[in-house]
């Protein structure tokens, strides 16, 4: 009587299409078409801080997605990546003013550029994993760092490179506004394909090696193969993230791909949930605002004590202890992320009453 006039409750998945599908129901297509709409309304009410913050999760979440297939499915690890973020950004600016490329092919451009540079970094991955991975994929963010520096012809060197503004049919999109649709775009375009990836064949095969690569060794997953493909899509994410990042900024330069914000990637996916889609998103979202969330604390706390000395000279170191805190606390008490926290919210309402 109850599942006759309320929603039925429990799990009803019957095949493993259904267990894969992006929509599990029709309310979850509902939700999320509703959320594209308001995303698309947004710059209307939204003041250029807010468009500001939401342009910057785009763009680092585009960027944080190819590292969560590379390290949440795969299994990879990697300390580099902002070296190929870096990378991504240069190469579109390069196309764009050498070539006079237009700004929105030069950025798909730049992500296959870097996707190749990756592939090359990538081939020591086929023979390599854990600590030993992690110490060459850290080689190659100096390596990439030191390129950024010498290679005037591409970087601009010490003097960084201009990075020309978007334009279509001729007209410049120009302003927080205009180039958070440009953002919204491709966030939407990437993440329906990461999402599509891991249920294909392929992503399959990423998670066996993450899994267990014994065992997907003997099933005929060519490790090798998988593992250098891994590297790849994740440099490709990663090089179309950072096109977007040099055109806003209509600069680019070498100080701000440092190893810094390799750690910062990779705490994205930790707090937002290794392998998950969603999670990148969500992660990527906490650790753009939690900066803004602490000076906001620092401040209020400021304003309530005054200006002692001691008290604003801690408040200053708050700001930068707030991420790595936020990532150690994640490992201790939620180590599965952001993503995990939703699902257990979504089960106990789907399950209710039968929760247990």
């Known amino acids: 009587m109850i599942g006759s006039s309320l929603i039925p409750c429990g799990q009803y998945k019957t095949s493993y299409a259904k267990d894969t599908t992006i929509f599990p129901t029709p309310a979850s297509r509902g939700w999320v078409i509703f959320g594209i709409l308001l995303l698309l309304a947004v710059p209307t009410v939204a003041s250029n801080y807010h468009l500001n913050l939401l342009i910057q999760i785009g763009y680092l979440g585009i960027a944080a997605l190819g590292l969560n297939i590379l390290v949440g499915c795969t299994g990879q690890i990697s300390l580099g990546h902002a070296g190929f973020f870096g990378f991504g950004a240069f190469a579109s600016a390069w196309l764009n003013n050498t070539y006079g490329v ?9 992500g296959v550029m870097t996707t190749a540079l990756g592939l090359l970094f990538g081939i020591p991955a086929g023979r390599l994993k854990g600590l030993y991975l992690a110490i060459a994929t850290f080689a190659s963010q100096f390596i990439l760092e030191d390129f950024f520096a010498r290679a005037n012809w591409f970087t ?28 919204l775009g491709w966030v939407l375009v990437t993440y329906v394909l990461g999402a599509n ?25 060519n490790l090798t193969k998988y593992r250098i493909l891994s590297f790849g899509i994740s440099s490709f994410y990663a090089g179309l993230g950072g096109a977007l990042y040099g055109h806003y900024l209509n600069f680019v330069s070498a100080e ?13 996916i930790i707090i937002g949930g290794m392998g998950s889609v969603m999670g990148t998103l969500m992660g990527c979202t906490f650790m ?17 004590v005054g ?8 408040l200053a170191y708050l700001k ?22 939703w699902k ?12 247990y």
């Open 102 to 110: 237009p700004v929105l092919l030069a950025m798909p451009l730049a």
């Open 156 to 183: 601009g060197g010490s003097s960084g490179s201009m990075a020309g503004p978007v334009t279509l049919f001729g007209y410049e999109v120009g302003g927080d506004k205009g180039y958070f649709y440009v953002v």
């Open 197 to 221: 990836l891991l249920r294909t064949r392929d992503g399959r095969a990423f998670v066996a090696v993450r899994d267990h690569y014994l065992s997907a060794e003997v099933m005929g997953i």
């Open 256 to 268: 701000g791909f440092t190893i810094l914000l390799s750690i910062q990637f990779l705490g994205m």
């Open 288 to 304: 753009v605002l939690l900066p803004e969330a602490t000076e906001a604390i620092a401040t209020g706390i400021k304003f309530m």
């Open 307 to 314: 200006d002692i000395p001691k008290v604003t000279e801690g």
């Open 320 to 341: 930068e202890a707030s991420i790595g805190l936020a990532i150690v606390l994640f490992l201790i008490f939620e180590p599965d992320g952001l993503v995990h926290r």
């Open 344 to 355: 257990l919210i979504k089960s106990y309402w789907k399950l209710y009453p039968f929760s």
